[in-house]
């Protein structure tokens, strides 16, 4: 292990780009003066990456920091570790770790509230789901030919599914214990066919389909996923290795489908599950398909909201604002209660990890709403930062 030092970039956020306030929110009050901005490791010829704005990368209690390093250029091969908040001490939990792309690393995750790391892996042309023990230092293979999609971080299943280019039998949606390995089947993409078939008969012209990317509700009774046509190579590195659309919601504990959506944005769910939060910064209720847009001006790309349902935070280029520029992408906090949002932070982000598919900011709060973790391609290598406010 080793302790690095602590890096800072600012003291301050961009709270003087946020349009005034009315009445000021005081949730979001706290994000307009006083808030440091720092790197959350160490930088030195590597990139640090966040896996995507579904899950935080700090653990639920709030001890570790969980993150993809890479000291390639194109980012696509390199370790997971966890950094002890408290100390600086990190620790290198898997090695030699190849990834699809530096889009969203090795898919890096907490479960289990916190006391298991989940992760996939691809060695010699074959995938692995993989759970690595914090207490012990124990590494285990949940499952083979499979990836892993984002699961709730207090729960101790982790949705999985077969590789969306060539999936083979494992076609459904399944749930693995991530202490003991056991595999359910938790929706089959037969009742998939079943429930949406003329759809899935329009827009992919076969029923030779799998379900792909499955994201679990925070209470881990929900899940969205996408639907995938594979090419059947194996060529996982190109944006041809399938065919992907739409958005299913699908409860789990009821194994009744909620909703088709026809588009797939950058979709993310409100902290009671009932509802998708989706680029644009608009909910769709999953009962009823009304829709609801929050603090309409905003920026948004990759929008997810705060665990208390106050806040929520995004990322977007930001070029054509007046606080942007050619190539600079921001991070901000919106309000879910009126047209109100504050900048946190504006930079480059042309750089970073040369990947096939590019990573963005996919900002994220911690369990606490106290902490907004976020990717920054600047420079050669990519960083994570890490936004904290002052409570006083």
């Known amino acids: 292990m080793t302790r690095p ?5 600012g003291l301050l956020a961009l709270a003087c780009l946020a349009p005034a306030a009315n009445a000021d929110d005081e949730v979001l009050a706290a994000w307009r003066s006083g808030v440091s901005i720092r790197a959350v490791a160490p930088q030195a010829d590597r990139h640090v990456i966040h896996s995507y704005f579904n899950v935080c990368p700090e653990s639920p209690d709030g001890r570790f920091v969980l993150y993809y390093t890479s000291a390639t250029a194109e980012g696509e091969t390199g370790d997971v570790r966890l950094l002890e908040r408290a100390t600086g001490e990190e620790t290198v939990i898997a090695t030699d770790v190849a990834v699809e792309d530096a889009h969203r690393a090795a898919c890096q995750q907490w479960s289990a509230g916190g006391a298991v790391v989940v992760y996939h892996v691809v060695t010699d042309g074959r995938w692995f789901v993989k759970a690595y023990d914090v207490a012990t230092g124990q590494t285990r293979t949940l499952a083979a030919d499979r990836q892993v999609g984002f699961g709730a971080p207090g729960s101790e299943w982790a949705p999985i599914y077969g590789c969306h280019w060539n999936p083979g039998e494992h076609r459904d949606l399944e749930l693995v214990h991530v202490r003991t390995g056991e595999i359910r089947t938790a929706a089959t993409i037969a009742a ?21 990317f499955p994201v679990v509700s925070p209470d881990g009774g929900r899940v969205f996923f ?9 060529d996982f590195r190109s944006s041809r290795a399938s065919d992907r659309a739409g958005l299913v919601a699908y409860d789990l504990r009821e194994q009744r489908f909620l909703r088709r959506i026809e588009q797939w944005g950058h979709p993310s769910w409100t902290p009671d599950g009932g509802a998708i939060f989706e680029k644009g910064n608009y ?21 997810t909201v705060a665990p208390d349902g106050r806040l929520f935070v995004t ?33 480059d982000n042309t750089g970073g990890a040369r990947s096939w598919r590019r990573n963005h900011p996919h900002p994220a709060f911690s369990a606490d709403g106290r902490r907004i973790y976020y990717n920054v391609n600047a420079g050669d290598w990519t960083t994570l930062r890490v936004a904290e406010r002052d409570d006083g």
């Open 315 to 347: 990322d977007a280029d930001v070029e054509k604002r007046p606080f942007g520029g050619p190539g600079r992408w921001a991070v901000a906090v919106g309000s879910m209660n009126e047209d109100d949002f504050v900048v946190l932070d504006v930079f």
């Open 5 to 9: 030092p602590r890096f800072v970039f």
């Open 283 to 303: 909910t769709v209720d999953l009962e009823t398909g009304r829709t609801r847009r929050y603090a309409p001006s905003c920026i948004t790309n990759h929008p």
């Open 226 to 234: 996408k639907i995938a046509r594979p090419s059947g190579t194996d």
């Open 192 to 212: 998939v066919v079943e429930e949406y078939g003329d759809w899935v008969r329009q827009r992919f012209g076969t029923t030779e389909v799998s379900i792909f």
